[in-house]
């Protein structure tokens, strides 16, 4: 079972209770005691940045130690384990990790679109980029295509790329290169052509003109089938879920909270220096770190939609990683609440 969570890749409220209202401090008898693992160097943990830097844990009773966890497969193992009580992982880990059994659900969104740029390295020849896709994968066939890790989720969305515009997965050779530091090298080398990653990499390589991102699925571009998709979101353990619910509400509370604030045009600046603070990105200018951060928070949002767990469900069973569709109500708890969020004005 172990082995099948380690293959699966990165990666990176029961009450609603809006943004800006009257959320009263806790008081220090009952505030509770949590951990929360993020992508350290990656932007994808941006809303537990915002709510333990604004206070928005503190505000909700909530005593978080934020802690940096590496990769997919850690993040599962952290919290279905409980040395963690929240993770940030993306949804089809937790789809195969509850096919297999593994005591976790989803209780909040991250991310409501996928969050990821396809760049393809300087001196790859590319006449139909203009034309957009699907017309610039003709560019990329035969060509080497990097990816995080053989048989992950980056792979599957890679081949999506492929099938989705009459091509097949075999038209290409995927290489495993492994996280962003050491993904750029190998486009630099030209070992690989391409690579799909979050950000800041593909804001790098543009910036550095090391290469271009030739399809930004954060922008829509690319498949319908990944159109404002949700990617990732947190999770918690069913003994925590089950056991204390209310550490649950409070996570949830505070994560809205935050998606409510750096939702705001009028907190753009300040949610600028927050990000350079917990991942700063010496290869882009203050404009362009700026640029970035602008294209970035749309993506960002609490909501966890079926459509979102059911295309998951079903890229899953297309690689036959699951033997049958799993629902919202099976792998995300019953204490994250409506799909969608409003936030008061």
Known sequence: ???????????????????????????????????????????????AFVAKEQKFFE??????????????????SAVASGSVTFVNNSW???????????????????????????????????????????????DLKGLNWGVLALGVSIQYISQKLLTDAGYKANDVTFLAVGLPNTARPALQRGIVDTYLSVEPLPSIVAAKEEGTVAIDLAQN??????????????????????????????????MQDAFCWYNKPANFEQVVALL??????????????????????????????????????????????????????EVIAAVAGPEALSCAR
């Open 59 to 76: 505000k909700r009773g909530l005593n978080v130690e934020l802690v940096p966890i590496a990769t997919g497969p850690a993040m599962t």
């Open 276 to 329: 350079k603070r917990n991942v700063p990105v010496p290869d882009l200018s203050e404009d362009q770190y700026k640029a970035m951060a602008m294209r970035l928070l749309p993506i960002y949002g609490p909501d966890i939609t079926s459509r979102t767990i059911d295309s998951w469900s079903s890229l899953l069973l297309e690689q036959k990683q699951i033997k049958s569709p799993r629902k919202r109500s």
């Open 92 to 138: 089809d880990n937790l789809i195969v990790a509850v096919e297999n059994g593994l005591p976790v659900r989803g209780v909040v969104g991250s991310t409501m679109k996928m969050p990821f740029g396809f760049i393809v390295r300087k001196g790859v020849a590319m006449p139909h980029m203009k034309d957009g896709y699907p017309a610039v994968i003709q």
């Open 1 to 47: 079972m172990w082995k099948s969570i380690n293959r699966l890749g990165m990666v990176l409220g029961a009450v609603i209770i809006a943004a800006g209202g009257n959320t009263k401090p806790a008081t220090a008898q009952n505030t509770l005691d949590a951990s929360v693992g993020f992508y350290p160097g990656a932007l994808v943990s941006l809303p």
């Open 221 to 254: 571009q690319g498949p319908a089938f990944f159109r404002d998709l949700g990617y990732n979101g947190w999770w918690a353990s069913t003994s925590t879920i089950q056991g204390n619910p209310e550490i649950v509400s409070r996570f949830v509370g505070a």
